[in-house]
C-alpha cells in the first residue's frame, strides 16, 4: 500500500513539475515579441488598409464622358453625394496606406475637389473666373487628417513635393479646363493607380489637342513648360519623357515650343 502511496505522489511530482514548464514556456514565446515585432505588425495592418473610393468610381462615371467632357450640371444634382466622398477623405490619415494606396488617394481628392469648387461656383464657363483667379491657391473648405490645403498645396506638396512623386501625376491631375490632359471617368485605387498613370500620358502625348509632335517640329503642353523641372527630374530631360511615353520621337534637333494653354471649362 505505502508503494502504492509513493508511486501516486511521484506521479503527481512528475505531473505538476510539467505544468510549471509548459506555463513557463508559454511565457517565454509569449515574452519574446518584442516592441520592434509587435510595431511591424501593425505597421503591417497599417499598410494593408485601402480607402473605399466606391463613391467617386459611381460619380465619375455617372458624369464624365468617355472623352472627358465633364457635366457640371448634373454633377451640381449629386453636390451631396460628392461632398460625402470628401468627407470621408478628410477622416483618413493618407500616411498609414500604402505607397500606391496614397497616390490614388491624392489624386482623388485633387479631382474631386476641383469638380466641388466648379460645382458651388456654377454656372461658370472658366475655373480661373472663380474666388478672383485664386481657385488653386485658395484653402479647400475640408481639412484633410486635420490640415488645411490648397489645390496647390495637394499637387505641389502632396504628389509632387513627396516620394510620391511621379512626373505622370501631372497627366491624372485635372484642372477643369480644356487644355488640361483628360479627366478619366473612373476613380484610381491602389490597384489602378500604375497602369492609369501610363496610359493617361501616353494618350495626352499622342493626342493632337494636347500635343502636335513631329521629328522637325513638337507643339507641346504648356504643362511642359511650367513644370519643366519635374520632368528633367523624372527623366532627365523633356526630350526623354516625351520619347519614353510617345510613339513619335523627337530629338536634340527637334524645334519645340509650347501650345497656348485653354482655360475653358472641360464641361459637356
Not at 518584442?34 to 511591424?40: F, H, K, L, N, Y
Not at 477643369?176 to 494618350?203: E, F, G, I, M, R
Request: charged share 20%; aromatic share 10%; proline share 2%.
Amino acid at each position: 500500500m505505502k508503494k502504492v502511496q509513493n508511486i501516486v505522489a511521484l506521479l503527481c511530482i512528475v505531473a505538476i513539475s510539467a505544468s510549471c514548464t509548459y506555463g513557463t514556456t508559454k511565457n517565454q514565446v509569449k515574452s519574446t515579441e518584442s516592441p520592434q515585432t509587435t510595431a511591424s505588425k501593425e505597421k503591417l495592418n497599417e499598410d494593408m488598409a485601402s480607402v473605399n473610393h466606391s463613391a467617386f468610381d459611381k460619380l465619375l462615371k455617372k458624369n464624365v464622358s468617355d472623352n472627358g467632357k465633364v457635366d457640371y450640371a448634373s454633377f451640381v444634382k449629386d453636390k451631396s453625394a460628392l461632398e460625402d466622398y470628401i468627407t470621408s477623405l478628410t477622416k483618413i490619415n493618407p500616411v498609414k496606406l500604402s505607397k500606391n494606396e496614397q497616390t490614388a488617394y491624392w489624386i482623388n481628392a485633387y479631382n474631386a475637389s476641383v469638380i466641388d469648387k466648379v460645382v458651388r461656383n456654377y454656372p461658370t464657363n472658366s475655373i480661373l473666373k472663380i474666388e478672383g483667379g485664386k481657385a488653386f491657391d485658395s484653402t479647400l473648405p475640408y481639412k484633410f487628417n486635420e490640415e488645411s490645403l490648397s489645390l496647390n498645396d495637394i499637387e505641389k506638396k502632396k504628389l509632387m513635393g513627396s516620394d510620391l512623386f511621379d512626373g505622370r501625376i501631372h497627366f491624372a491631375v485635372n484642372c477643369a479646363a480644356v487644355s488640361c490632359p483628360t479627366l478619366q471617368n473612373q476613380a484610381y485605387t491602389a490597384s489602378n493607380v500604375q497602369s492609369l498613370l501610363t496610359s493617361n500620358t501616353k494618350a495626352a502625348l499622342t493626342n493632337p489637342a494636347f500635343n502636335k509632335i513631329g521629328t522637325d517640329k513638337a507643339s507641346i503642353s504648356r504643362l511642359f513648360d511650367w513644370y519643366k523641372a519635374d520632368f528633367i527630374k523624372a527623366e532627365g530631360s523633356i526630350i526623354n519623357f516625351v520619347n519614353k511615353y510617345s510613339s513619335n520621337k523627337i530629338t536634340n534637333n527637334t524645334k519645340i515650343d509650347y501650345l497656348e494653354y485653354n482655360w475653358s471649362l472641360n464641361g459637356k
